[in-house]
């Protein structure tokens, strides 16, 4: 133990706030429909609370944190082209829970990034950017039945695309790995 570890000195990082998002009966978001992709579904709930308590069905939890298949350049690019959640346009909002095979978690991070690259998995993405804005979070860590929990938002115009966009992304080689993912769609409440 080094005398960082005893003297009192503060950590040398800052753990990632956790985020939770509670299927319930009130929220910011009404839930229009959840439904399993690929095994087990959520039980079906009114409403969706993010960051705040409810009376909840279920709560998922998940930490936003660095693009972790994402390369420098690629990350620029994403930076240039995405907005911001939160838009006043964006009323329409989608949560997919996923969760990825042993056989994902047992391959090296490289063979990973191969698997992500060969599917074009950021390229589809950026077709529809800045239309659909997301976030990633990573629940994995967290010893959660997902290993990631993706938000989407978009503005009503952008629901075609965005379902354009999932059957795409679901089409490429990274969604052999996919086990168990659940598609819960939302309005603004």
Do not use: N
């Amino acid at each position: 133990m080094s005398s960082a570890d005893t003297d009192g000195a503060a950590p040398r990082f800052t753990p990632l706030p956790i985020t939770h998002f509670t299927g319930g009966d009130d929220g910011q978001w009404r839930v229009i429909s959840v439904s399993a992709v690929c095994g087990d579904s959520l039980p079906p709930v009114a409403a969706l609370a993010i960051d705040r308590a409810g009376a909840g069905g279920w709560r998922l939890r998940g930490t936003a944190s660095h693009l972790r298949y994402t390369t420098a350049s690629e990350r620029t690019q994403l930076r240039a082209r995405q907005e911001g959640l939160g838009r006043p346009a964006s009323t329409r909002a989608a949560l997919l829970p996923i969760r990825k095979s042993a056989a994902w978690w047992e391959m090296a991070q490289d063979d990973r990034r191969a698997v992500y690259v060969r599917g074009s998995h950021l390229p589809i993405g950026m077709d529809y950017l800045p239309g659909v804005a997301r976030k990633l979070y990573h629940s994995r860590d967290l010893g959660e039945d997902f290993d990631f929990l993706t938000w989407f938002e978009f503005a009503p115009d952008q629901e075609a695309a965005f379902d354009q966009m999932l059957a795409r992304l679901r089409g490429c080689a990274e969604w052999a790995y996919v086990d168990r993912e659940v598609d819960i769609r939302l309005i603004r409440a």
